[in-house]
């Protein structure tokens, strides 16, 4: 598999490695992130193991299906502050566009530059014609983020991994 870094103005998408299970677990674990709802967890909290299978499965999903998430690196900084890209679960025909981003970076636009960029790389570089983003209602930093890159509401859905109620953004290769 040989998927080439995508760069942006201020970041840098690179396929995940061993070592940002730490900036993983530290982003996707953070409090504020949990109880906001800005992230669904398919696992119960867990340390650097639980962050290093993330990984793991990140990398097989790019190697199963040609397309996954990357890690998102500031490159003013070179740490890595998120991931995005793109999800399939086994049992369904979505293709699920996610970003997340440390919240010690929130507010700066790196979310929308980071699924901008994972987007333009979909339609020229990837057989994706339509990506869906699952949000919960009150997040409305991610529906900005979802409307900002031309999604549109699609509908509502309850959640499989949590139980909860989710809008559904979408939108297909050419903006229809």
């Not at 909290?45 to 397309?67: K, Q, T």
Request: net charge negative; charged share 25%.
């Amino acid at each position: 598999m040989s998927v080439l870094p995508i760069e942006t103005e201020r970041l840098l998408l690179r396929l995940p490695v061993t070592d940002d299970a730490d900036p993983f677990v530290g982003i996707h674990q953070d409090p504020e992130v949990i109880a906001l709802k800005h992230v669904t967890l398919t696992a119960p909290p867990g340390g650097i193991e639980l962050g290093a299978r993330n990984v793991d499965r990140m990398l097989r999903h790019w190697n199963r299906r040609g397309y996954g998430q990357w890690a998102v690196v500031e490159r003013a900084t070179a740490r890595v502050i998120g991931c995005v890209g793109f999800l399939q679960l086994d049992d369904s025909p979505d293709i699920e566009l996610g970003w997340i981003i440390h919240r010690s970076r929130w507010g700066n636009g790196f979310a929308t530059e980071a699924a901008r960029a994972a987007l333009d790389w979909a339609w020229s570089a990837s057989p994706i014609d339509h990506v869906k983003s699952f949000i919960a209602p009150d997040n409305l930093a991610s529906i900005r983020v979802a409307t900002k890159i031309g999604e549109r509401l699609e509908g509502e859905s309850v959640s499989p991994a949590s139980g909860e109620n989710v809008l559904i953004y979408g939108i297909r290769k050419g903006g229809a």
